[in-house]
């Protein structure tokens, strides 16, 4: 029988294995960059749900949603064009 202690030392050991954000760390980027969970997950284009899911332990996130995660919470400008706020994307140079 695997209970939920042993179930959450099996995800923590999974996401640590696969190098993937634990629930600490995106809690913590959340709180860094001044956004709650609905406003993330509108950015992200992801259900409030499936994030409060990653946040609760009972889902893992995909290698590509973690990726996604990662560009977000470390590019002020990522977060700015997932909110419209960038007109042009293409070819657009940072100064």
Not at 7 to 34: C, F, K, N, Y
Not at 37 to 58: C, D, H, P, Y
């Amino acid at each position: 029988m695997i209970t939920e202690k042993v179930d959450a030392q099996i995800q923590a050991a999974l996401r640590s294995h696969l190098q993937l954000l634990a629930p600490p760390e995106i809690r913590e980027a959340l709180a860094r960059v001044g956004m709650t969970q609905k406003e993330a997950a509108q950015r992200l284009g992801i259900a409030e749900a499936t994030l409060s899911r990653w946040l609760n332990e009972t889902q893992i996130q995909s290698r590509a949603m973690d990726n996604l995660l990662r560009v977000f919470f470390a590019f002020p400008r990522v977060r700015k064009a997932l909110n419209g706020e960038l007109q042009h994307i293409a070819g657009d140079v940072e100064e």
